[in-house]
């Protein structure tokens, strides 16, 4: 099977930019969420620990779970709230804080303009007040930028929208509550940060997705695919490769299988135009569920080391590659 390997030096380069622009690592909250985005979500919850993290990110209560002994708090942004003092829930509609129990430990995220999801800026004063009356612990009140990677003024206007929400909460009589809209794009464009933590997700997996002219921080990717050399074969003139044999040797050559495919998250896209792997070697033919064909006698191969430059090849984003890894790949910390 491949193998994905991880690199701590990579990773804590990273997360040292990133604490620079915080002002302190206390102040990155990480983003855990779908399996680390695919990286391996208790591997890396260790790792970032063991840095100093103390805030994390996750989708529900399974993944908070998994990494309940690593971190003091764990924002867990969709799921049924419970009584865990580490666990604080985002409330992303009024029906949530009606069903929430008394004394649990929430976080108010606030639509100011991503329109995905949130309170309503005209519903917060209503969702404050149930608070109140249902003695409920308000732990934190957030808010998500919908244009932080773009050139644009979009930024400025949310900032503005939650800054107004920032003074309602307080003039509400709430005190000691945490306020946080950053995700990484907004981090690495800022030049005074100033709100309690920021979430941060891509960017501490070494992903700057800020185009020009923003300031170009560089940042490490961490995560490298791998993948072990299954059988050789010698291929004489016009011979085939793989399903439907979309590849015709142009000369006799030496080709071997590597076991990776789509079935473990790479993309099968089009052998027509085919990814080009990390030391300069074409995929040949097809991409079969668990399998590829490259002309290589190696016995392992790095598929790739930067899902940023896979992404732009299939015309997508460094997400949907990391994420698309299956988490039953071996992972290992290098």
């Not at 509609?93 to 008394?102: S, T, Y």
């Not at 329109?115 to 209503?126: A, F, Q, S, T, V």
């Not at 074409?282 to 991409?287: A, E, K, N, S, Y």
């Amino acid at each position: 099977m491949a193998t994905i390997k991880i690199s701590k030096n990579n990773l804590y380069y990273n997360l040292n930019q990133l604490a620079l622009k915080s002002g302190s690592k206390e102040k990155i909250a990480a983003v855990l969420k779908d399996n680390a985005y695919g990286h391996g979500i208790e591997l890396m919850a260790k790792l970032l620990s063991n840095f100093g993290l103390k805030e994390a990110v996750v989708v529900d209560n399974s993944e908070a779970k998994a990494i309940e002994n690593y971190f003091e708090n764990i924002l867990i942004l969709h799921d049924t709230p419970t009584l865990n003092p580490k666990f604080s829930y985002a409330i992303v509609e009024l029906n949530d804080l009606k069903n929430a129990p008394r004394g649990a430990k929430l976080e108010l995220k606030v639509d100011t303009g991503m329109h995905r999801n949130g309170i309503l800026m005209h519903e917060l004063p209503k969702a404050l007040e149930l608070i109140k009356q249902k003695e409920l612990k308000l732990f934190g009140v957030f808010t998500h930028y919908r244009s932080a990677d773009e050139f644009s003024s979009e930024l400025a206007w949310q900032k503005a929208n939650f800054d107004d929400v920032k003074t309602i909460v307080r003039n509400y009589g709430f005190r000691n509550v945490r306020f946080h809209s950053h995700n990484s794009a907004a981090l690495l464009r800022s030049n005074n940060f100033s709100e309690d933590i920021a979430r941060v997700g891509i960017a501490i997996y070494g992903y700057n997705e800020l185009p020009a002219p923003f300031e170009q921080i560089e940042l490490k990717p961490i995560l490298s695919l791998w993948a072990k050399r299954s059988s050789t074969r010698v291929f004489k003139k016009g011979q085939r490769v793989g399903y439907g044999g979309d590849f015709r040797a142009p000369k006799d050559m030496i080709i071997s299988t590597y076991d990776v495919g789509y079935g473990d998250g790479l993309f099968r896209g089009n052998s027509k135009n085919p990814l080009i792997l990390r030391d300069g070697l074409p995929i040949l033919g097809r991409v079969s569920m668990d399998f590829i064909s490259v002309e290589s006698t190696k016995e392992e191969l790095c598929i790739f080391d930067n899902a940023q430059k896979v992404a732009k090849h299939f015309n997508t984003i460094s997400y949907e590659i990391t994420t698309a890894l299956k988490s039953e790949i071996e992972r290992e910390v290098i």
